[in-house]
């Protein structure tokens, strides 16, 4: 009788190893090549990457106006990362408009208050008022929809995006 149960936990156990490491090898796979660039922003791939799921196809949508911007990745025509900026109004702190208009849910924030973040999205802001303009600009970023968050990553890529977007200098663009 031992011996029977035994074997019935052997082959269980046998049957349910074949299961877990026979699983999805496929869809673990990233068969798509990460663009060295997002919606032409020179972002390095690198700080893109962490934030990508698996899958075969990678798309990104951009799309512009004259009060604001956005940059969609999919993959495998699932969005799953986001960037944006938008021009609003003066005196708005970034964990302010991450909160009110971004509806992001920061944990964490710089010590000067110029950007907020959490693993799934983070807030920059661009004061244009500070030379004399009407408005800011708020860059968001934020993981969705299956894509992978990643707090230290999501830091590194909203300074990234800052220092990139600030090199073009917006408040010149001044609607």
Same mark, same amino acid.
């Given at each position: 009788?031992?011996?029977?149960?035994?074997?019935?936990?052997?082959?269980?156990?046998?049957?349910?190893?074949?299961?877990?490491?026979?699983?999805?090898?496929?869809?673990?796979?990233?068969?798509?090549?990460?663009?060295?660039?997002?919606?032409?922003?020179?972002?390095? =791939?690198?700080?893109?990457?962490?934030?990508? %799921?698996?899958? *075969?196809?990678? @798309?990104? &949508?951009?799309?512009?106006?004259?009060? +604001?911007?956005?940059?969609?990745?999919?993959?495998?025509?699932?969005?799953?990362?986001?960037?944006?900026?938008?021009?609003?109004?003066?005196?708005?702190?970034?964990?302010?408009? =991450?909160?009110?208009?971004?509806?992001?849910? %920061?944990?964490? *924030?710089?010590? @000067?208050? &110029?950007?907020?973040?959490?693993?799934? +999205?983070?807030?920059?802001?661009?004061?244009?008022?500070?030379?004399?303009?009407?408005?800011?600009?708020?860059?968001t970023a934020r993981v969705r929809n299956g894509g992978?968050?990643?707090?230290?990553?999501?830091?590194?890529?909203?300074?990234?995006?800052?220092?990139?977007?600030?090199?073009?200098?917006?408040?010149?663009?001044?609607?």
């Amino acid at each position: 009788m031992k011996k029977i149960r035994d074997i019935r936990a052997a082959t269980l156990l046998l049957a349910a190893l074949v299961s877990v490491t026979g699983c999805g090898t496929e869809k673990d796979e990233r068969e798509y090549t990460v663009p060295k660039s997002l919606c032409g922003m020179n972002i390095d =791939a690198e700080l893109i990457e962490p934030f990508l %799921p698996p899958g *075969k196809d990678i @798309d990104q &949508t951009e799309e512009i106006d004259r009060i +604001d911007w956005f940059c969609r990745v999919s993959i495998d025509d699932k969005s799953v990362f986001m960037l944006t900026w938008e021009w609003w109004e003066p005196n708005w702190s970034a964990e302010r408009f =991450a909160l009110r208009q971004a509806y992001a849910t %920061p944990d964490k *924030k710089s010590t @000067d208050g &110029t950007y907020v973040y959490s693993k799934e +999205d983070a807030v920059a802001a661009v004061r244009c008022t500070e030379q004399g303009k009407d408005w800011d600009i708020f860059l968001t970023a934020r993981v969705r929809n299956g894509g992978i968050p990643n707090t230290k990553a999501m830091e590194k890529l909203i300074l990234a995006y800052h220092g990139e977007f600030t090199e073009s200098d917006p408040c010149a663009d001044m609607r």
